[in-house]
C-alpha cells in the first residue's frame, strides 16, 4: 500500500547532494516543520540556470539554491455540466428500477449526460474560465494546468487542450492526472507542492470526468449512479503566513482494484505461437475498455472506513478537530456514505456539503462542481476551513484541509 501524508522532501541541486535536508511536513498555514523546527525550502532557478547556460556556464555551476517561503490559497472556482439532464424516471424506461429505488439507496434523482454535440473537453473549458473569472486571473498569467480524469478525449491527455482553447500564448505546461474519483484532490495537492517548491504561482486544477461513455446501461447497479460534469479551482501562490492549504492525506491499495474498475478488454484474437515459432493472428485486434464494473458492497465499506480515518489523520496534522471546520466536502458517490463519514467525524448535517441528488456520481468533477455551487450561493465564505476528500477506483483515496480564499 503507497500513502502520502502531508511529507515532502524538497528537491536539492545536484551540486549539493552531499547536504542532508530533513523531511519538512506542510501542518499550520505557512509553516514547514520537522522536529517542531522552522525549515525554509531550497529549490534551484532554472531561469537563472538557463540565462547561465546562454553563456557558456555549465548546467551544474549555474544551480544557485534560492530560498522560496511560499504559501497558496484558492481563489476562483468554477464548473459546468452538460445540457441533456436524465432523472430517475427516465431510467426506469430502460432498466428495472424507480425513483423511489434509486433515491432511497443513493440519494441522487438526476444526473447530467454528454451528447454528441458536446465534450468533456467544452465543458472543462467553461469552467476554467468561471474560475478565472472568479480569481481576475488572465489566462496568460497561467504557469500550469492540471487535468484530473479518467475520461480524456485523448489517450494520450486531454490537458494540453485546455490552455489552448484559453487562448493561452505562453504554452503553459499542461498534463492529465489520473486517479478516478479522488483525482481532484491529488490535483489540488500538487499544485501546492509546484507553488511550495517556487516552480510556479499560479495553477488551474481541473476536475472533469464522463463516466455516462463507460456504464452499462443495462446494469442497473451502476447506470443510475454515474453523470458527466466538470469543475475548476485557481490556486495561487500567496505569502506563507496567509497560506491556505493546511496538510493532506493520501493512500492508494492496489489490492482492492478488483472492486472498482474498467479495464482493457482481451483481445478476441490473442497472439499464438505456430509449430515453426511464428506469431499467428498479427496485427492483434483493436483494444477497449470494458464498462465500469463495482461491487457496491465493498466500494461502500471501504469508503466509510478509510475516509473518516484520512480526514481525521488531516485534521491532525493541520491541528484542528472536526469541531474546528466550517464544511465538509466529500466526493458525491453516495448520500449513505456522505452521512455516515459526517456522523463518524461528528460533523453535523448542515455543515456538509452536498449537491448527489441532482447530479449523480461526477467523479473527479465532484468535489469542484459541489464547491463552486456552495461558494455561488453564498454558503462557503472567504475564511472558511473545508474538510474535503476523494475516494474511487485504484483503490485511492486522500483528503486535504483548506481554507477558502
Keep these: 500500500?503507497?500513502?502520502?501524508?502531508?511529507?515532502?522532501?524538497?528537491?536539492?541541486?545536484?551540486?549539493?547532494?552531499?547536504?542532508?535536508?530533513?523531511?519538512?511536513?506542510?501542518?499550520?498555514?505557512?509553516?514547514?516543520?520537522?522536529?517542531?523546527?522552522?525549515?525554509?525550502?531550497?529549490?534551484?532557478?532554472?531561469?537563472?540556470?538557463?540565462?547561465?547556460?546562454?553563456?557558456?556556464?555549465?548546467?551544474?555551476?549555474?544551480?544557485?539554491?534560492?530560498?522560496?517561503?511560499?504559501?497558496?490559497?484558492?481563489?476562483?472556482?468554477?464548473?459546468?455540466?452538460?445540457?441533456?439532464?436524465?432523472?430517475?424516471?427516465?431510467?426506469?424506461?430502460?432498466?428495472?428500477?424507480?425513483?423511489?429505488?434509486?433515491?432511497?439507496?443513493?440519494?441522487?434523482?438526476?444526473r447530467r449526460v454528454l451528447t454528441g454535440k458536446e465534450s468533456l473537453t467544452g465543458l472543462a473549458v467553461k469552467a476554467?474560465?468561471?474560475?478565472?473569472?472568479?480569481?481576475?486571473?488572465?489566462?496568460?498569467?497561467?504557469?500550469?494546468?492540471?487535468?484530473?480524469?479518467?475520461?480524456?478525449?485523448?489517450i494520450f491527455g486531454s490537458a494540453p487542450q485546455i490552455p489552448k482553447a484559453l487562448g493561452c500564448k505562453r504554452n503553459p505546461l499542461a498534463y492529465d492526472i489520473t486517479a478516478a474519483c479522488s483525482g481532484f484532490v491529488l490535483g489540488l495537492v500538487s499544485a501546492s507542492c509546484y507553488i511550495r517548491g517556487g516552480a510556479f504561482n499560479n495553477v488551474l486544477v481541473i476536475g472533469a470526468d464522463a463516466l455516462s461513455r463507460f456504464v452499462d446501461w443495462t446494469d442497473r447497479g451502476t447506470c443510475i449512479l454515474f453523470g458527466d460534469a466538470a469543475g475548476a479551482v485557481v490556486v495561487k501562490a500567496c505569502n506563507s503566513e496567509d497560506d491556505g492549504l493546511f496538510s493532506f492525506d493520501l493512500h492508494s491499495d492496489g489490492e482492492g482494484q478488483r472492486h472498482l474498475n474498467a479495464t482493457i478488454r482481451e483481445n478476441e484474437?490473442?497472439?499464438?505461437?505456430?509449430?515453426?515459432?511464428?506469431?499467428?493472428?498479427?496485427?492483434?485486434?483493436?483494444?477497449?475498455?470494458?464498462?465500469?464494473?463495482?461491487?457496491?458492497?465493498?466500494?461502500?465499506?471501504?469508503?466509510?472506513?478509510?475516509?473518516?480515518?484520512?480526514?481525521?489523520?488531516?485534521?491532525?496534522?493541520?491541528?484542528?478537530?472536526?469541531?474546528?471546520?466550517?464544511?465538509?466536502?466529500?466526493?458525491?458517490?453516495?448520500?449513505?456514505?456522505?452521512?455516515?463519514?459526517?456522523?463518524?467525524?461528528?460533523?453535523?448535517?448542515?455543515?456538509?456539503?452536498?449537491?448527489?441528488?441532482?447530479?449523480?456520481?461526477?467523479?473527479?468533477?465532484s468535489i469542484p462542481l459541489a464547491l463552486d455551487e456552495a461558494v455561488r450561493s453564498g454558503k462557503v465564505q472567504a475564511g472558511h476551513t473545508i474538510a474535503a476528500a476523494g475516494f474511487g477506483a485504484g483503490l485511492t483515496w486522500g483528503s486535504v484541509i483548506v481554507r477558502w480564499g
Design 1 to 110: 500500500m503507497a500513502n502520502a501524508s502531508g511529507f515532502f522532501s524538497p528537491t536539492v541541486p545536484s551540486a549539493r547532494s552531499r547536504i542532508i535536508f530533513p523531511s519538512i511536513s506542510l501542518y499550520r498555514p505557512g509553516y514547514c516543520s520537522s522536529a517542531g523546527i522552522f525549515k525554509r525550502v531550497f529549490c534551484s532557478s532554472t531561469v537563472e540556470g538557463a540565462e547561465k547556460l546562454s553563456s557558456g556556464v555549465s548546467p551544474s555551476a549555474s544551480r544557485e539554491p534560492r530560498l522560496v517561503s511560499k504559501g497558496c490559497k484558492l481563489v476562483g472556482c468554477g464548473s459546468a455540466v452538460p445540457d441533456l439532464l436524465i432523472s430517475n424516471d427516465d431510467l426506469s424506461k430502460i432498466v428495472d428500477t424507480s425513483d423511489e429505488w434509486i433515491s432511497v439507496r443513493t440519494g441522487i434523482r438526476h
Design 128 to 154: 476554467a474560465k468561471k474560475a478565472l473569472q472568479m480569481a481576475e486571473l488572465d489566462p496568460d498569467e497561467l504557469d500550469l494546468v492540471l487535468m484530473c480524469t479518467s475520461t480524456p478525449e485523448d
Design 269 to 365: 484474437a490473442s497472439l499464438a505461437l505456430g509449430s515453426n515459432g511464428s506469431v499467428l493472428d498479427f496485427p492483434p485486434s483493436r483494444s477497449s475498455y470494458s464498462c465500469i464494473q463495482m461491487n457496491g458492497q465493498e466500494v461502500f465499506r471501504f469508503a466509510c472506513r478509510c475516509v473518516p480515518q484520512s480526514i481525521e489523520s488531516a485534521l491532525e496534522k493541520a491541528g484542528l478537530t472536526g469541531s474546528s471546520i466550517d464544511w465538509l466536502l466529500l466526493h458525491q458517490a453516495n448520500q449513505r456514505i456522505i452521512d455516515a463519514v459526517a456522523a463518524r467525524l461528528e460533523v453535523p448535517p448542515e455543515r456538509v456539503i452536498s449537491n448527489l441528488a441532482n447530479y449523480g456520481n461526477t467523479s473527479a468533477a
